[in-house]
C-alpha cells in the first residue's frame, strides 16, 4: 500500500510479544517510523503492516478520537 503524499520507513524488529503485530509513529520532519514484529510469519506481518499504514492514511496521529475508536476495541 502506498500513501500518496506520506513518507513513511518501514523496519522489521522483535518485539517482546507476539501479541503486538507493529506500532507507527510520527517523525518530526512530517515523516512516520512503521514498526513490524519480526517474530510474526510472513502473512501476519503483511496484516500488521496494512493495519499500521492504515492509520497513517486515516490521519489517526491528528485527531481526538478515543483509541478505542481508532482501534476498533
Do not use: C, W
Not at 16 to 28: A, E, I, K, L
Not at 60 to 65: L, Q, S, V
Amino acid at each position: 500500500m502506498l500513501i500518496e503524499g506520506s513518507d513513511y520507513h518501514v523496519r522489521e524488529i522483535p518485539f517482546p510479544s507476539y501479541r503486538v503485530g507493529g506500532m507507527v509513529m510520527p517523525n518530526d520532519d512530517g515523516s512516520f517510523s512503521v514498526y513490524i514484529n519480526a517474530n510474526l510469519s510472513q502473512e501476519r506481518k503483511k496484516e500488521a503492516l496494512d493495519h499500521e499504514l492504515e492509520h497513517i492514511e486515516d490521519d489517526d496521529f491528528y485527531t481526538e478520537k478515543p483509541i478505542e475508536e481508532i482501534e476498533n476495541i
